[in-house]
Each structure stands twice: as structure tokens, then as C-alpha cells.
Nanobody, 117 residues
């Protein structure tokens, strides 16, 4: 069955970096899915952080992470990444990977990112 597994979260000091990975399995055509990273902080709604198109030719970011986060994908490895630099305490959240195509939408279980000194 379709599965998305996030990894790479953890505790980091403000100003530090983390690289999240999302490994996809069970997809017939992973490369045809747009991939998204969402996050949800305690007491807040889940928000879309970054998007990359199926071919990887276009990316988009929420304003609060522009210039600090980079989304990328390796379709040969069925993996999407989120490089997070200059992390701030307000980036603390559970980060979720999402695959979307037409009416289909799949989610990973999430990985915790905590930015604290």
C-alpha cells in the first residue's frame, strides 16, 4: 500500500539547520505527484509550508520560510526533502509530508522539529 515515511526531525538550537526526508513507497507513479510539506504547531492549524511540482520544476513556499527552507525531490529514489536553515523557535512543529495528485492525497505520520536553546 501507499506509504510516506518522514525522518530527520529533532531538537536544534535557533539558527541551526535540519534536513527532513520523506520516503515514498507503494506509488505506481511517484513522479506524477506534487509533493508538499505541512507543519502543525501545538494549538494551531496545519499549514502548508512548501510545495514542489511533479517534475520538480516549480516550488512555492509560505512567506515565513522563504529564503530559509528549500524543498527538493529525487524521483529516482521516490524521496522528497526539506532543507531547513536559520531555524527559529516559531518553526517548532510536527512536519508532515503529503503527496497529491487529482483526487488522491496521502499523508505521512509526521516528524517533530523543536527549535530551542
Amino acid at each position: 500500500q501507499v506509504q510516506l515515511v518522514e525522518s530527520g526531525g529533532g531538537l536544534v538550537q535557533p539558527g541551526g539547520s535540519l534536513r527532513l526526508s520523506c520516503a515514498a513507497s507503494g506509488f505506481t507513479f511517484f513522479s506524477r505527484y506534487a509533493m508538499n510539506w505541512y507543519r502543525q504547531a501545538p494549538g494551531k492549524e496545519r499549514e502548508l509550508v512548501a510545495t514542489i511540482t511533479s517534475a520538480g520544476g516549480s516550488t512555492n513556499y509560505t512567506n515565513s520560510v522563504k529564503g530559509r527552507f528549500t524543498i527538493s525531490r529525487d524521483n529516482a529514489k521516490n524521496t522528497v526533502y526539506l532543507q531547513m536553515n536559520s531555524l527559529k523557535p516559531e518553526d517548532t512543529a510536527v512536519y508532515y509530508c503529503n503527496a497529491k495528485r487529482q483526487i488522491f492525497s496521502y499523508w505521512g505520520q509526521g516528524t517533530q522539529v523543536t527549535v530551542s536553546s
